[in-house]
């Protein structure tokens, strides 16, 4: 559904600390692994370039509440909602599951944004009508 995503990897070594834990900084990366994989799953790259600019998506908000630890190894789900579309921005929660149990729960906003490339000026922009018209927000009892 384009408001729902899952995305599953086991934690690397080189994410954990020296107890083996995952490092906190490392829920964010896979936000974004599973932010990329969202966009890929609708055909879409969330990386674009034209002649004129390169478009991206700037964070303008990040959050993670812990819970539990995620160890080396563990597999962990990363389940991606659309909590909000804009005219300009995306927020998606995220909930991150080891054997169905929530470990932590996550979010970002990210905005649409243009880099000219030869003045490299940065501006907000509409979100592309193609994603738009991919994206519906998650009804709200995905979020319970």
């Known amino acids: 559904m384009p408001y729902d995503f899952k995305y599953t990897r086991r934690v690397a070594f080189a994410e954990t600390d020296m107890a083996g834990i995952m490092h906190f900084a490392n829920f964010f990366r896979l936000m974004e692994e599973a932010e ?10 969330i990386h674009g370039h034209d002649p004129v600019a390169t478009t991206g998506w ?3 908000n990040a959050t993670c509440d812990f819970r539990a630890p995620l160890r080396f190894e563990e597999e962990v789900e990363v389940h991606l909602l659309v909590t909000e579309v804009r005219t300009r921005s995306i927020r998606y929660a995220f ?3 080891k054997n169905r149990d929530e470990v932590a729960r996550g979010s970002i906003t990210a905005v649409c944004a243009r880099v000219e490339k030869t003045t490299g000026k940065l ?3 509409p979100i592309p009508e193609d994603l738009r018209a991919l994206l519906q927000v998650a009804p709200q009892e995905l979020f319970n």
């Open 36 to 45: 990329h994989a969202f966009f890929r799953s609708l055909g879409l790259s």
């Open 58 to 60: 700037p964070r303008v």
């Open 95 to 97: 909930i991150f599951r």
């Open 123 to 125: 501006a907000a922009v």
